[in-house]
């Protein structure tokens, strides 16, 4: 079980007025917070509800559950 981005965050973010510039600057995001998006890492909750705020947004607009077992299933019952 696994969850994942359903969008881009920091594209979104951007698009909202809010560049990673300005989220460093004015201290409304820290760098490691900035590079876990990047990365593609889950962040806490807090940070979640902060990104829900700027974005005017629920949760599940942000982040989808998959089954990454079962994805690795079916991709290797394709290849045999």
Same mark, same amino acid.
């Given at each position: 079980?696994?969850?994942? @981005?359903?969008?881009? $965050?920091?594209? +979104?973010?951007?698009?909202? !007025? @809010?560049?990673? @510039?300005?989220?460093? /600057?004015? /201290? #409304?995001?820290?760098?490691?917070? #900035?590079?876990?998006?990047? %990365? !593609? *890492? #889950? $962040?806490?909750? %807090?940070?979640?509800?902060? $990104?829900?705020?700027?974005?005017?947004?629920?949760? !599940? %607009? #942000?982040? *989808?559950? @998959?089954? +990454?077992?079962?994805?690795?299933?079916? !991709?290797?019952?394709?290849?045999?």
């Amino acid at each position: 079980m696994a969850i994942k @981005y359903r969008i881009d $965050v920091l594209a +979104a973010l951007k698009a909202a !007025g @809010y560049s990673t @510039y300005k989220l460093r /600057k004015d /201290k #409304i995001m820290s760098e490691s917070t #900035i590079q876990k998006f990047r %990365d !593609g *890492e #889950i $962040v806490n909750t %807090d940070n979640l509800s902060l $990104v829900c705020e700027l974005l005017n947004c629920q949760p !599940g %607009d #942000i982040l *989808e559950y @998959y089954d +990454a077992d079962r994805q690795q299933e079916q !991709g290797s019952s394709e290849t045999d």
